[in-house]
Structures are given as C-alpha cells and as structure tokens.
C-alpha cells in the first residue's frame, strides 16, 4: 500500500540514461545515475538490479557497473542477496525510525554549523530557498514540495561548510527518501502539517538570522522529529490495514 502511494508521484518510470563520458570516473556518474533513478521511485524496492539490462541502458562496462553496485550497497540503498543478486533494499519501520533519528542530530548540527561558518551570501541564498519552499507547497505538487525542500536543506548544508557532514546526510536522505515523498503525498497526510512544515522552516531561518547556533540546532531537530512523527503514523496505519 505504501509503495503503491509511492508510485503515485511518479506515473512513468523511465530508464537509468546512458551515461556520457567525461573527466570524472564512470562509476561516479553511474552511482550518481542508479542513486537517483532509486530515491525517485522508478526503481522500486524489492526490484532486482540486472547487471545485464544496466550495462544496455547506461552503456558502460561490466566492471564500471559491479562496482557502482558495491558503492550503493555500502550506501545501505541496495542488498546483494545470494542466488538473487543485487536489489532495491526495503526499508523496516523500525529502521526508518532509526534514521530518522539520525537524521535530526544531523540536520541540527549542520543548522549549528551555519551559524558559525556562514557567508553573507549564504543567508540570502537560504532566504529564496525559503521563498521558493512556500510557493511549492501552496502551489505545487507533491514531488514539487519535496524538491523545493531540499534546496532549502541542500542551502543549509552547504553554508555549514562540512562537505564530511554533506556527504553524511546526502547518504541518510538517499535511504529514507520514499518515506518523505510518502509523507507529502499521502491521502491521509495531517492537514495541518503543511503549515507546519513551513512554519518550521521560518523558525530555523529566524534562529540563523539571529545568530543563535543553539536555537537553530533544537528547531531543526524539531522540524525532523514532527516529520518522523507525520511518517510513523502513515506507516503504523498502512501496517494495520494490511
């Protein structure tokens, strides 16, 4: 039921591109391209990975291929299962909670390290983040909801100026993705956590504004807790009904 709300974001599900060649190596084009094509939902979980089918869509290597595998099973985003081979990996409940809370210790010390490591810039540029995460979710879809908030975070991070902390969260979002689309787009979402969310967002751009390092870490960590909250529930109840 979950997953079925999941593919309701996404009505097609296009290949992986093929992956052009440049100065980078291959596999980080390749990891980057199957990471994306995963957290968008048009690989589902559960799905398996077929190295064959993989090499035609994105024509590289064998080689290049197995060891894009390798990294996104280290990433926690896909299970290489004896017999079977790789696939999506499916994420408990239980493990979702986990993350989560992770998460929000996370995303509140990068809050925190904005503060102290900031550019003039890097306010302005959270301020249009915000602006553009408002008009999204009086606006927009779902899908739109969720992009316009990770610019907002991806903003925050970067003006944290941890790239070790960047790539932390960048992995944790990767694997808990599905449960935040699911919980923009879920016909039994909380009416009011719309307006939450962005009231959240004001609060921490107000704390950073202000200068306080340590308001900004407890109201982001806040903002992730509400969202674990909104997203348990939805699954406690798919759980129940199934």
Do not use: C
Not at 141 to 159: Q, V
């Amino acid at each position: 039921m979950a997953e079925a709300n999941e593919s309701a974001l996404f009505a097609e599900r296009p290949s992986v591109p093929t992956i052009r060649k440049s100065a980078a190596p291959l596999r980080h084009h390749v990891v980057d391209a199957l990471r994306t094509a995963i957290i968008e939902g048009r690989i589902a979980p559960g799905e398996r990975l077929v190295e064959r089918e993989l090499i035609e869509m994105t024509g590289v290597s064998r080689t290049v291929i197995r060891e894009a595998l390798r990294q996104l099973e280290t990433e926690g985003i896909v299970d290489i299962i004896p017999n079977k081979g790789p696939v999506v990996r499916k994420l408990t409940i239980g493990e979702a909670k986990d993350l989560y809370l992770i998460r929000s210790v996370l995303e509140g010390l990068a809050a925190r390290m904005f503060v102290s490591n900031h550019a003039p810039k890097d306010i302005a540029a959270l301020r249009l983040a915000l602006d553009s995460t408002i008009h999204a979710y009086q606006h927009d879809s779902p899908e739109a909801i969720l992009a316009a908030k990770n610019r907002f975070y991806d903003t925050l991070f970067a003006g944290a100026g941890s790239e070790a902390l960047s790539l932390m969260i960048a992995a944790l979002h990767a694997r808990i993705w599905r449960w935040r689309a699911l919980g923009l787009a879920h016909p039994k979402r909380s009416p009011d956590r719309s307006s939450e969310s962005i009231q959240g967002l004001r609060d921490i751009l107000a704390a950073i504004e202000h200068g306080d390092g340590g308001a900004a870490e407890r109201i982001t960590r806040r903002e992730v807790e509400n969202a674990a909250h909104e997203v348990m529930t939805l699954l406690s109840a798919e759980a129940v009904n199934a």
